[in-house]
């Protein structure tokens, strides 16, 4: 294999590129350009496509058609032990969804406990990620939750609804974080401990997590572990 693309047809009007790479020693050779205009072919002219575009490809890509949404920032972090996990995971009282706002980091976490995934309704996850996306994810997510070494877990209130979610897969270099879906920056923080903890993600281990720039508590969570 010297290239690959990934293009994913999420519904009849979105689609995704991905995985995008040629090996340094074939590229400009034409190869590139052809994966690329299969990914195009596949994703459908009529869909509005979506893609990770590294900063050195964004005038590449601006000639195809595609113009800037947001930035992406890959955050680096080290993992935890038991013991000095900082986040806390109390179950919060007299907190609403309209009136819950992103707590610091000291404050509850306004989740009843974590679970594994396995232990929620997925319908519930596939409803919660349908609000932070442009389409509905369930198969996607369904494929990613049973992949080998993926951890997934879920922060749920007293009732057993399903508040975040949040997943630790392998990675090439790194373990990764993500995709993790929360209403606050506490309930993220405790997820992804225990994420963390769960893994075997030790301190001597490094872990990277992709944050839009524009999820500013996100950032400010990142920039806290990283």
Not at 175 to 190: D, F, K, Q
Request: overall charge neutral; hydrophobic content about 40%; some cysteine.
């Amino acid at each position: 294999v010297i290239g690959c693309v990934s293009a994913v047809r999420h519904s009849a009007d979105y689609a995704f590129l991905g995985y995008f790479i040629v090996l340094e020693e074939y590229q400009r050779r034409g190869i590139g350009t052809a994966l690329f205009r299969t990914a195009l072919q596949h994703a459908g002219r009529e869909r509005c496509i979506g893609l990770d575009g590294v900063v050195e490809q964004q005038s590449n890509y601006s000639r195809s058609g595609f113009a800037p949404c947001y930035d992406v920032l890959r955050f680096v972090g080290h993992g935890i032990t038991a013991t000095n996990r900082t986040a806390t995971n109390r179950t919060a009282t007299n907190r609403t969804a309209t009136n819950r706002t992103a707590p610091s980091l000291g404050d509850s976490c306004c989740c009843n406990r974590i679970v594994c995934i396995s232990e929620v309704d997925f319908a519930e996850v596939v409803a919660l990620d349908r609000k932070i996306h442009a389409c509905e994810r369930g198969p996607l997510l369904a494929r990613l939750f049973a992949m080998p070494g993926v951890c997934v877990k879920a922060c749920i209130d007293d009732t057993g609804s399903v508040l975040a979610y949040g997943a630790l897969r392998p990675g090439a270099d790194r373990p990764r974080i993500g995709p993790l879906v929360s209403p606050t920056r506490a309930m993220a923080h405790a997820l992804l401990e225990d994420l963390l903890l769960a893994g075997s993600v030790g301190p001597g281990d490094e872990y990277s997590m992709d944050v839009p720039a524009a999820s500013l508590e996100g950032v400010a969570l990142a920039q806290t572990l990283s």
